[in-house]
């Protein structure tokens, strides 16, 4: 049995508690949604906030399901993240919202923070299994078409993982919120949609005459097309 949101002090949102979801199932969809995350660490005294792509396994063996990150063995963010605490959020724009003031002006989006101590993944069949979670998660079925890693590509790869039990997600959504008086005062205002749509396959110049694989057809019209 999976926990609600904000399990903990430190994983509970503070302003705007009234956007503040505990449906854990929202995360689990905005986490199949997201393409990129952030992860913050402190790397050698300084803060980062280093964009990366992801993988997640919903029963995955830690509290509540596994969060995968990865990068090279000499990366210095993930040689120093399992000896502190860190954060990875992730954000998906809805919209702009454009009101009758700068003041008042925002986006609707959906976005999560996850904390927590990351580990890393040393066992070779969870790491294989991370590693092609990370190229599903973009495109899913991709693995299948693809050949195994090798020892060498293996030994030049960090894989952590952590625990989606300590996790908050935050929401906006609907039209301005504009003071009567700006009401009054007359003026547009509303919602500029956003969505991240995917373009045609491109077939490199090295696979020409190649058919683009049904699955990488499957995500585009996924995606929108």
Not at 26 to 52: K, S
């Amino acid at each position: 049995m999976t926990s609600p949101l904000s399990p903990t002090e430190r994983s509970t949102p503070r302003r705007e508690r009234e956007r503040a979801q505990t449906d854990r199932a929202l995360l689990h969809a905005l986490l199949h949604e997201a393409l990129v995350c952030h992860l913050a660490v402190v790397v050698d005294g300084v803060p980062l906030a280093l964009p990366t792509v992801f993988g997640v396994d919903l029963d995955g063996p830690d509290r509540d399901g596994t969060l995968y990150v990865h990068g090279s063995v000499a990366s210095r963010s993930l040689l120093q993240a399992p000896a502190q605490d860190l954060g990875v959020t992730f954000t998906v724009l809805d919209g702009l919202v454009l009101a009758r003031s700068g003041f008042m002006h925002s986006v609707n989006y959906r976005s999560a923070v996850v904390v927590g101590r990351p580990r890393e993944v040393t066992d070779p069949d969870e790491r294989s299994h991370a590693l092609d979670l990370l190229v599903d998660h973009a495109v899913p079925g991709r693995t299948a078409s693809l050949r195994r890693p090798t020892r060498k590509e293996l030994a030049a790869t960090t894989v952590l993982a952590l625990s989606l039990h300590e996790a908050s997600l935050k929401s906006r959504a609907g039209d301005p919120e504009d003071e009567p008086e700006d009401v009054e005062a007359g003026g547009w205002a509303g919602v500029v949609p956003l969505t991240l749509v995917a373009g045609q396959p491109v077939t490199g110049a090295d696979a020409a005459g190649v058919p683009v694989p049904t699955h990488v057809r499957d995500r585009v019209r996924g995606m929108g097309l």
